[in-house]
């Protein structure tokens, strides 16, 4: 009797397990449709009130706030948008389309009530007003003159922040690209710390497994060498940038899918002006020959630029100063790091500002980043040795309770606005519309206590604190259903244990006694 029970409840606990793990079902009233639209207006990326073609909703307009930012799960979307005055009387009637995962809607100076008519699928994650236009993202220009090729979305702050509203300042065009990750968490916080800083064209996300690998190892889970390095070459080619900037070779603290993105871009430079390397690319863009390529930390034909000069395009805060800010917006990966793992200042082994010209067809006279190719190139951008440093503020969660996550300085070279406070919102559900789950990916890489910068395919983001049946998006932590199966399964798996334990101990004995006999 005892091992039949035992048996029992082992399988109970596999079968709460396995239900644990099956996708979930999809929500089946309209109602839970209309009560996860409370999600967007929770400031979390990670949470989403998922839509359907027909589905919509009104809310006011804040007084003062002309601008709606709306953060979707997905790129691309549709929607009929339509204003109101204060009388109800409708002011203007639009069709909506873009296909980048933010969209910024202008509204009438009279218009005190929107009113959206979603004509897709998608989900909607936040959204936002402001005073100021945001966000409004321009699609890859023709040509660029620098390309800042990162690793991971906040690698590009830490190791070459200061370099973007340095240029971006000067009149240059600077555009970034990210080798690993595609989480929706990180990827809205690289765009709001781009924004920041003054970029202003949609960043490319090759979107490679974040994985803490040996190149070797990324190789291979990556696709192949020849796969990997034509995507390079690709990107290269379809940005045609004058001069390109990456990690150091040695992966700084020795990542290893940083040093693999060195050691791509550094081959990748080489064949994408060759069009008989990767003839496809070469067909739909044309070969393209860099000018110069600078590696952080470089030992050879070294450069340092000077993040101490003010710069008019950001009310004078030096390029130390906005990257600071632009850092900040990285708040989930703030989190994991240790505080040696910020914008690395002038004279540390990371320095921010220390790079070295690996590669040249304007010759190595290196004056300056741009000597060679713009003669009207200013020469106050560079400086043989300069002392800066920023403080870097509490990381959130883990410093002194109640402290400020706000920098001592903000740089603006576009005005910062905060949302106002939540507006009322009238859901307008569609009977039929229903919300299906998403599956979330699964980590597959561990972290290491090496380097804390980074994570695995899925970043950690902030619990949700919401009621209901809230989503969690790609990046947020399981649902709280799912942990109280995982408890119930692991006690009963004990409990099982325990019986059997008890069941065969006695058995044992009566075999010795009946031997002694």
């Known amino acids: 009797m005892k091992r039949t029970l035992s048996f029992f409840i082992m399988c109970l606990g596999c079968m709460l397990i396995m239900c644990a793990f099956a996708p979930s079902e999809a929500l089946a009233h309209p109602e839970d449709n209309i009560s996860n639209i409370s999600n967007i207006y929770d400031k979390k990326i990670s949470t989403y009130w998922k839509f359907r073609n027909g589905d919509s909703f009104e809310t006011e307009i804040p007084q003062g706030k002309r601008y709606m930012l709306?953060?979707?799960?997905?790129?691309?979307?549709?929607?009929?948008?339509?204003?109101?005055?204060?009388?109800?009387?409708?002011?203007?009637?639009?069709?909506?389309?873009?296909?980048?995962?933010?969209?910024?809607?202008?509204?009438p100076e009279r218009a005190k009530k929107v009113h959206i008519e979603f004509l897709c699928q998608n989900a909607l994650c936040r959204a936002d007003f402001y005073a100021e236009p945001t966000h409004e993202w321009k699609d890859a220009p023709q040509s660029t003159d620098i390309l800042l090729i990162s690793t991971h979305q906040d690698d590009e702050e830490i190791f070459m922040g200061g370099l973007m509203p340095l240029f971006i300042d000067s009149g240059k065009t600077v555009t970034v690209a990210y080798t690993a990750g595609k989480n929706r968490v990180r990827m809205d916080e690289a765009l709001e710390g781009l924004w920041r800083v003054g970029v202003r064209h949609y960043p490319d996300f090759l979107g490679f497994r974040d994985l803490y690998e040996k190149p070797s190892v990324l190789e291979q889970k990556?696709?192949?060498?020849?796969?990997?390095?034509?995507?390079?070459?690709?990107?290269?080619?379809?940005?045609?940038?004058?001069?390109?900037?990456?990690?150091?070779?040695?992966?700084?603290?020795?990542?290893?899918?940083?040093?693999?993105?060195?050691?791509?871009?550094?081959e990748a430079v080489l064949a994408a002006a060759d069009p008989s390397r990767y003839p496809e690319s070469a067909e739909q863009y044309g070969a393209w020959s860099v000018k110069k390529l600078y590696i952080h930390l470089y030992g050879k034909n070294q450069i340092r630029l000077n993040y101490a000069k003010p710069l008019a395009a950001f009310e004078n805060k030096n390029a130390a100063e906005v990257a600071m800010h632009g850092y900040l917006a990285h708040v989930s990966q703030r989190k994991n790091q240790d505080k040696r793992f910020r914008l690395a200042i002038s004279g540390e082994k990371w320095d921010n500002s220390l790079f070295g010209l690996r590669y040249s067809t304007v010759g190595y006279n290196n004056?300056?980043?741009?000597?060679?190719?713009?003669?009207?190139?200013?020469?106050?951008?560079?400086?043989?040795?300069?002392?800066?440093?920023?403080?870097?503020?509490?990381?959130?969660?883990?410093?002194?309770?109640?402290?400020?996550e706000t920098p001592t300085v903000t740089p603006a070279a576009t005005p910062t606005v905060t949302p106002a406070a939540t507006p009322a919102v009238t859901p307008i559900a569609t009977p039929t519309a229903t919300i299906t789950a998403t599956p979330t990916?699964?980590?597959?890489?561990?972290?290491?206590?090496?380097?804390?910068?980074?994570t695995a395919e899925?970043?950690?983001?902030?619990?949700?604190?919401?009621?209901?049946?809230?989503?969690?998006?790609?990046?947020?932590?399981?649902?709280?259903?799912?942990?109280?199966?995982?408890?119930?399964?692991?006690?009963?798996?004990?409990?099982?244990?325990?019986?059997?334990l008890l069941v065969r101990k006695p058995h044992k004995k009566s075999k010795k006694k009946s031997r002694k006999k």
Request: net charge negative; charged share 25%; glycine share 10%.
């Open 70 to 107: 709306l953060r979707f799960r997905l790129s691309g979307f549709s929607a009929r948008v339509t204003t109101f005055d204060s009388n109800g009387e409708k002011l203007t009637e639009r069709n909506h389309s873009g296909d980048k995962p933010a969209y910024c809607l202008t509204m």
């Open 441 to 454: 990916a699964t980590p597959t890489a561990a972290l290491s206590a090496a380097a804390p910068t980074e």
């Open 222 to 266: 990556w696709g192949g060498k020849e796969y990997i390095l034509g995507r390079f070459v690709e990107l290269i080619r379809r940005r045609r940038p004058q001069i390109v900037v990456t990690h150091d070779f040695n992966g700084e603290y020795g990542h290893g899918a940083h040093r693999f993105t060195a050691s791509l871009v550094d």
């Open 367 to 404: 004056k300056g980043f741009f000597s060679g190719i713009d003669e009207n190139y200013d020469s106050s951008l560079t400086a043989e040795s300069i002392t800066w440093s920023v403080e870097l503020p509490p990381r959130p969660g883990r410093d002194k309770p109640g402290t400020s």
């Open 458 to 500: 899925e970043a950690p983001s902030p619990t949700p604190e919401v009621s209901g049946t809230a989503k969690q998006d790609d990046g947020g932590t399981e649902s709280d259903g799912r942990v109280v199966l995982y408890a119930v399964a692991a006690m009963l798996l004990a409990a099982a244990g325990a019986i059997a």
